[in-house]
T-cell receptor, first 115, second 112 residues
């Protein structure tokens, strides 16, 4: 099955700096890579996703890059703000499941943005 | 649109007791997932339904966990009997065909 590794487990940055979270996956059949943000006690919420036919995707201060050859993808947050503080999860899903995207999640990164 | 609903939000039970969780997905979402999220870890998929059929339950501990989705809408997840290591947040998610997974607020289970 798929295995997703995520690093670092914790990340502390100063407000205004950039934050980068990296994930690797094992199953070359995976082709869908979402990122979720989870605030304390809240549900995971999708912030951005990328499919394997695209190398990079950007949405305002958030960008995701994908390297299918190396089987890794990264989340980039620029101009970080205190409200970006949360746990971020990457995930991967293969294309083989006809019923939808069976996500395998990474272990999470706790991002702390210091004002 | 209304989001994924789950109940109860919190449950405290003693080991060896039984517990059930309920999920109502977003209207029209054919695919429903149950995840277990242990504190400090990412969600782990337990079971996936497509309408009222099971697509994958390979990670569901079937000796104690069961799930059903009668009529292809609401779903229940049951644990019987519960163990200490079942303490976790149980998340339900739904999605249209191959779309984004939307999560419910989760049920926080504590087994004493």
């Amino acid at each position: 099955g798929e295995n997703v590794e995520q690093h670092p487990s914790t990340l502390s940055v100063q407000e205004g700096d950039s934050a980068v979270i990296k994930c690797t996956y094992s199953d070359s059949a995976s082709n869908y890579f979402p990122w979720y943000k989870q605030e304390l006690g809240k549900r995971p919420q999708l912030i951005i996703d990328i499919r394997s036919n695209v190398g990079e995707k950007k949405d305002q201060r958030i960008a995701v890059t994908l390297n299918k050859t190396a089987k890794h993808f990264s989340l980039h947050i620029t101009e970080t703000q205190p409200e970006d503080s949360a746990v971020y999860f990457c995930a991967a899903a293969p294309n083989g499941n006809n019923a939808g995207n069976m996500l395998t999640f990474g272990g999470g990164t706790r991002l702390m943005v210091k004002p | 649109e209304a989001g994924v609903a789950q109940s109860p939000r919190y449950k405290i039970i003693e080991k060896r007791q039984s517990v059930a969780f309920w999920c109502n997905p977003i209207s029209g979402h054919a695919t429903l997932y149950w995840y277990q999220q242990i504190l400090g870890q990412g969600p782990k998929l337990l079971i996936q339904f497509q309408n009222n059929g099971v697509v994958d339950d390979s990670q569901l501990p079937k000796d104690r966990f069961s799930a059903e989705r009668l009529k292809g809408v609401d779903s229940t997840l049951k644990i019987q009997p519960a163990k200490l290591e079942d303490s976790a947040v149980y998340l339900c998610a739904s999605t249209p065909w191959r779309g984004t997974q939307y999560f419910g607020p989760g049920t926080r289970l504590l087994v004493l």
